[in-house]
């Protein structure tokens, strides 16, 4: 366990119970675990209070009192610009960003803008799961590329995928970060990818929402940083929203370097009338600043010594297994070394530790015997959530 641990800002915990969060006020419904004493470790918000910037420019709203419609974009272009350059060495035009509501929604929209119904859509599977739920709705075709397991961790046979292709395939969307995996994709990884998408004539969609929050000893890429020009099918996804724990504010960034690409995806926009709300806008201005990314770097510590202590308890316990995180907050469990059912495991999590986890066959191919938990908590919640465990399958020790 964590030793000689201070107290850091973190670890407030602050109740969340009728605040309309989906998180904890959905929990019971969803997962049959009771309010009154249950740990809810599943949808990927944190329970964390953004930085004091972000909050300083909801409160200067407030105090201005009025909500009418947003002009003059050019400070909110600027600090993405800005957050981009510092944070990723990636050189932005704010002309080739496009703010959506949110970043399922820019899935969505990148869907409609560049493929028709009946095309194929790829996905790295398992992976998160509103990507098949968007193609599914779209009336597109779900193609599952499964990652392999190897020396513990995802990685890609790309040999393998070249065989599942059919020609139907119009779009692939990579998460990178991986979720639920917490894989950072190397260099060589992510030009494998790129050059996929080249032999397949695929427009590459790169979802980077946890770009942010990569643990101590790694480092994220942004994909047009590889080597070799995929700029002309490149679409880009970031958002501030994972990143300072303002998701309901659905904000995020489409961002495309390709001329005929962006006026696609621009059409589609215009078409369906969609444009951001001044509290998004407002509070990823605020987000991307300095005292923004100074708060990140203390958030990732704080995750990173979440981590250790969840996964040294979930290690210890015969039969699971925590994959090596390199990026998010979410930790991703395989239970299939218990030789326990799906619905046995599960039982045993929900029913007699009471902590709601994602389902692991939600997230797609490969996700049977995995639960996936959120550990962006106070660590006093991820210790509770560690003993428990450790109770629930107490008779395997």
Same mark, same amino acid.
């Given at each position: 366990?964590?030793?000689?641990?201070?107290?850091?800002?973190?670890?407030?915990?602050?109740?969340?119970?009728?605040?309309?969060?989906?998180?904890?006020?959905?929990?019971?419904?969803?997962?049959?675990?009771?309010?009154?004493?249950?740990?809810?470790?599943?949808?990927?918000?944190?329970?964390?209070?953004? /930085?004091?910037?972000?909050?300083?420019?909801?409160?200067?709203?407030?105090?201005?009192?009025?909500?009418?419609?947003?002009?003059?974009?050019?400070?909110?272009?600027?600090?993405?610009?800005?957050?981009?350059?510092?944070?990723?060495?990636?050189?932005?035009?704010?002309?080739?960003?496009?703010?959506?509501?949110?970043?399922?929604?820019?899935?969505?929209?990148?869907?409609?803008?560049?493929?028709? /119904?009946?095309?194929?859509?790829?996905?790295?599977?398992?992976?998160? &799961?509103?990507?098949?739920?968007?193609?599914?709705?779209?009336?597109?075709?779900?193609?599952?590329?499964?990652?392999?397991?190897?020396?513990?961790?995802?990685?890609?046979?790309?040999?393998?995928?070249?065989?599942?292709?059919?020609?139907?395939?119009?779009?692939?969307?990579?998460?990178?970060?991986?979720?639920?995996?917490?894989?950072?994709?190397?260099?060589?990884?992510?030009?494998?990818?790129?050059?996929?998408?080249?032999?397949?004539?695929?427009?590459?969609?790169?979802?980077?929402?946890?770009?942010?929050?990569?643990?101590?000893?790694?480092?994220?890429?942004?994909? /047009?940083?590889?080597?070799?020009?995929?700029?002309?099918?490149?679409?880009?996804?970031?958002?501030?929203?994972?990143?300072?724990?303002?998701?309901?504010? &659905?904000?995020?960034?489409?961002?495309?370097?390709?001329?005929?690409?962006?006026?696609?995806?621009?059409?589609?926009?215009?078409?369906?009338?969609?444009?951001?709300?001044?509290?998004?806008?407002?509070?990823?201005?605020?987000?991307?600043?300095?005292?923004?990314?100074?708060?990140?770097?203390?958030?990732?510590?704080?995750?990173?010594?979440?981590?250790?202590?969840?996964?040294?308890?979930?290690?210890?316990?015969?039969?699971?297994?925590?994959?090596?995180?390199?990026?998010?907050?979410?930790?991703?469990?395989?239970?299939?070394?218990?030789?326990?059912?799906?619905?046995?495991?599960?039982?045993?999590?929900?029913?007699?530790?009471?902590?709601?986890?994602?389902?692991?066959?939600?997230?797609?191919?490969?996700?049977?015997?995995?639960?996936?938990?959120?550990?962006?908590? /106070?660590?006093?919640?991820?210790?509770?959530?560690?003993?428990?465990?450790?109770?629930?399958?107490?008779?395997?020790?």
């Amino acid at each position: 366990m964590i030793r000689g641990h201070q107290m850091s800002r973190f670890d407030e915990e602050i109740d969340r119970f009728g605040t309309h969060s989906v998180k904890w006020d959905m929990m019971e419904a969803i997962y049959g675990v009771p309010a009154s004493d249950g740990l809810s470790m599943w949808v990927a918000d944190m329970d964390f209070r953004p /930085p004091e910037c972000v909050q300083k420019a909801v409160q200067g709203m407030a105090d201005h009192g009025i909500y009418g419609y947003f002009g003059d974009d050019r400070a909110y272009l600027e600090s993405i610009c800005w957050w981009m350059q510092t944070r990723h060495g990636w050189k932005v035009d704010p002309k080739w960003i496009f703010s959506t509501h949110g970043l399922v929604n820019g899935t969505g929209m990148c869907v409609d803008a560049f493929t028709n /119904p009946g095309d194929g859509v790829v996905l790295f599977t398992p992976v998160y &799961h509103a990507f098949a739920r968007v193609i599914k709705a779209a009336g597109r075709e779900v193609v599952e590329c499964p990652l392999a397991v190897r020396d513990g961790r995802y990685e890609m046979d790309f040999d393998a995928y070249d065989a599942l292709m059919t020609g139907n395939e119009r779009l692939l969307i990579l998460c990178s970060p991986h979720n639920p995996g917490g894989r950072v994709w190397t260099r060589a990884e992510l030009k494998g990818v790129a050059a996929f998408a080249k032999r397949h004539d695929l427009i590459l969609v790169s979802d980077e929402i946890h770009h942010d929050l990569v643990m101590p000893g790694h480092k994220h890429i942004p994909m /047009p940083l590889i080597d070799g020009d995929v700029s002309e099918r490149l679409v880009m996804m970031t958002a501030t929203t994972k990143t300072f724990n303002i998701a309901g504010s &659905h904000i995020g960034n489409v961002i495309i370097p390709d001329d005929d690409l962006r006026a696609r995806f621009a059409a589609r926009m215009a078409g369906l009338g969609i444009s951001p709300n001044s509290f998004g806008l407002i509070m990823a201005t605020a987000a991307y600043s300095p005292d923004g990314a100074a708060w990140v770097d203390d958030l990732v510590q704080y995750l990173d010594g979440n981590r250790r202590l969840f996964d040294e308890a979930v290690n210890a316990i015969p039969g699971l297994k925590s994959m090596p995180m390199e990026a998010t907050y979410l930790a991703w469990v395989d239970f299939e070394g218990t030789g326990m059912t799906r619905e046995e495991f599960t039982h045993r999590v929900e029913k007699d530790a009471h902590i709601a986890a994602n389902h692991g066959p939600t997230f797609g191919c490969g996700g049977e015997s995995y639960l996936r938990f959120n550990f962006a908590t /106070p660590r006093a919640r991820v210790a509770d959530a560690a003993e428990r465990l450790q109770r629930a399958f107490g008779d395997l020790q």
